[in-house]
């Protein structure tokens, strides 16, 4: 089965740096288009990072310049990197996935079908 398990969410002070896991199975990264989302309660989801199978990368506005999205094909894993974290990144932040070649809006959660748990991450000021 496919499988989408997130790791690495915790308590940071602002500014401080946290690196998300997404581990996957039944399947292989290299063929598909992967995504990191957040959600914050009482708040519409939002895709915060992408990347196809091609390695290319998309990132939200909000977190252009703090945050990496990066896969390790061989491992079957996708990280965010978060640094310079800001009191306005608290949310759980899932994993999704899609078995596609082209992603046309790689922040939209309707391209994607196949979601993590998700790892709740908390930034205090």
């Known amino acids: 089965q496919v499988q989408l398990v997130e790791s690495g969410g915790g308590s940071v002070q602002a500014g401080g740096s946290l690196r998300l896991s997404c581990a996957a199975s039944?399947?292989?990264?290299?063929?598909?288009?992967m995504a990191w989302f957040r959600q914050a309660p009482g708040k519409e989801r939002e895709g915060v990072a992408a990347i196809d199978s091609d390695g290319v990368t998309t990132y939200a506005d909000s977190v252009k310049g703090r945050f990496t999205i990066a896969k390790d094909n061989a491992k079957n894993t996708l990280y965010l990197q978060m640094n310079s974290l800001k009191p306005e990144d608290t949310a759980m932040y899932y994993c999704?996935?899609?078995?596609?070649?082209?992603?046309?809006?790689?922040?939209?959660?309707?391209?994607?079908?196949?979601w993590g748990q998700g790892t709740q991450v908390t930034v205090s000021s």
């Open positions: 999704a996935a899609v078995r596609s070649l082209v992603v046309v809006t790689a922040l939209s959660s309707y391209e994607y079908n196949y």
């Open positions: 039944g399947y292989t990264y290299s063929s598909v288009a």
